[in-house]
């Protein structure tokens, strides 16, 4: 059997890996196979399902969780893509910022700790934080790794093509394209822009992923094993690409706030990418005809549902019939197929 894929980001590879390993003959179009202008090249790499998940769309949370199980076998078999299953700390500065948080621990059901019994899991939190929940579940894996051991279980079968039209490729083809697959095939999907730091000082500041909110600014900081630090993400309404005074000001100002010794960091990247929203910001993974299969609209959660998605649309081009795990992600919800 012969596939193409439209799109070498995260979720095309991984769809292209899972077929090549059912001896599937893929092909994996994208302009740029061996360049960094997907939204994984600037995400953290969070694998957040609680604290992604939240109130959003109820049925996405058993496929963030599924695929959240199957990231340690997955991450294990790509090899160094800097799995690491430390936990993440989401913590709270100030009243209000707990009492927003308190929602969301509860929904995940996290134990809540005093501010005292966060710094002892993480002494460089500030003095002022009142509050935290630890999710031991919660890890990251190295995006930027996961890509290259992905393209490297793909290689030769990655070719440098920008396709503007399904009509010219011939076959069963998978559109795994980010925000570019609403141009490919009319289904709602608009780039919602994430402005992301790179911060980098001595290794072992943080041990933990945390997750809070200073003052109303929420921000991430995932700490890497070498001494590098994200600092995410802005999430604006917006396709530019521009890095903004207020868009920094509030990432750091957030960062610092909650971690002071950060200030002795040095600002290494700042980066811009665009997430594939679709109406209810859950994705869209489904058949839209008897030829194309879609795979696109992960926003918040591309790194962390690459695994589920790589193979449930194997067994969908496979079998001809799609998991129930499917049912609420078709693009039919949106009147499509
Ligand atoms: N998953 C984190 C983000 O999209 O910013």
């Given at each position: ?43 953290a ?43 993440t700390l989401?913590v709270?500065l ?24 966060a710094r002892?899991l993480e002494p460089a939190l500030s003095p002022r934080v009142?509050?935290g ?7 990251q ?54 402005q992301v730091l790179r911060l980098r000082g001595e290794p072992g500041l943080l041990k933990h992923v945390i997750d809070g909110a200073a003052d109303?600014r929420h921000v991430y900081l995932v700490p890497r094993a070498d001494g590098e630090i994200v600092v995410g993400a802005t ?12 868009g920094v000001h509030d990432l750091l100002r957030a960062a610092l706030d909650l971690v002071p010794g950060l200030a002795e960091h040095e600002i290494t990247e700042w ?67």
């Amino acid at each position: 059997m012969r596939v193409a894929v439209v799109g070498g980001g995260i979720i095309g590879l991984a769809i292209g890996r899972e077929l090549l390993l059912h001896g599937v003959d893929v092909t994996v179009y994208d302009p740029s196979p061996e360049g960094t202008d997907g939204a994984w090249h600037v995400a953290a790499g969070m694998l957040a399902p609680g604290g992604e998940s939240a109130f959003e769309f109820p049925y996405l949370e058993p496929l963030l969780e599924a695929s959240n199980e199957l990231w340690p076998t997955y991450a294990e078999r790509l090899g160094n893509v800097g799995y690491d299953d430390a936990g993440t700390l989401s913590v709270a500065l100030t009243a209000d910022d707990l009492a927003e948080a308190r929602r969301e621990w509860a929904h995940q059901k996290l134990t809540v700790l005093t501010g005292s019994q966060a710094r002892d899991l993480e002494p460089a939190l500030s003095p002022r934080v009142r509050a935290g929940a630890f999710a031991a579940t919660e890890r990251q894996v190295d995006p930027r790794k996961v890509v290259a051991a992905l393209r490297r279980e793909l290689a030769g079968r990655i070719v440098h093509r920008h396709v503007s039209d399904l009509s010219g490729i011939e076959g069963r083809v998978v559109v795994a394209a980010g925000c570019g697959t609403a141009a490919l095939t009319g289904l709602p999907i608009r780039p919602v822009k994430g402005q992301v730091l790179r911060l980098r000082g001595e290794p072992g500041l943080l041990k933990h992923v945390i997750d809070g909110a200073a003052d109303g600014r929420h921000v991430y900081l995932v700490p890497r094993a070498d001494g590098e630090i994200v600092v995410g993400a802005t999430q604006e309404e917006r396709s530019d690409r521009a890095i903004t005074a207020g868009g920094v000001h509030d990432l750091l100002r957030a960062a610092l706030d909650l971690v002071p010794g950060l200030a002795e960091h040095e600002i290494t990247e700042w980066t811009v990418g665009h997430r594939p929203g679709t109406p209810d910001n859950a994705p869209i993974i489904g058949a839209l005809d008897d030829r194309v299969i879609v795979a696109a609209g992960h926003h918040r959660n591309g790194v962390l549902l690459a695994p589920i998605t790589a193979r449930l649309v194997a067994g969908l081009v496979l079998t001809g019939s799609a998991d129930p795990l499917l049912e609420a992600f078709s693009p039919g919800r949106f009147g499509c197929a």
